[in-house]
């Protein structure tokens, strides 16, 4: 799995990356053909933004999360993703 991380009007300093790679990383549990995942942390005010976008073969998912703190935006990025997945797939074991 390819992880880019990128900040808008915010430094990516190593503890950020290595959060963000820890949470990131237990995705692949529930699909293992996840080819790159892109992750943009922005900072608007007083409102911290995380929003990803996943490639994986067959499909593209895309999931943002704002809150008051960086890091519980990038907890609630993590959790949506991880729905995300497993609804998907779900819903190809269905078929």
């Known amino acids: 799995m390819q992880l880019s991380i990128s900040g808008h009007h915010l430094d990516i300093t ?20 996840i080819t790159s995942v892109a992750v943009i942390l922005s900072v608007d005010k007083l409102v911290q933004k995380a929003e990803a976008t996943i490639h994986a073969s067959g499909s593209e998912l ?6 008051d ?19 998907r797939k779900e819903k190809l074991r269905g078929r």
């Open 14 to 33: 190593d503890a950020i990356h290595g959060y963000v790679t820890s949470k990131l990383t237990r995705l692949e549990h529930h699909n293992d053909k």
């Open 62 to 67: 895309f999931a943002h999360c704002e809150n």
């Open 69 to 87: 703190d960086l890091y519980a935006a990038i907890d609630g990025l993590a959790d949506k993703l991880d729905r995300q997945l497993i609804k």
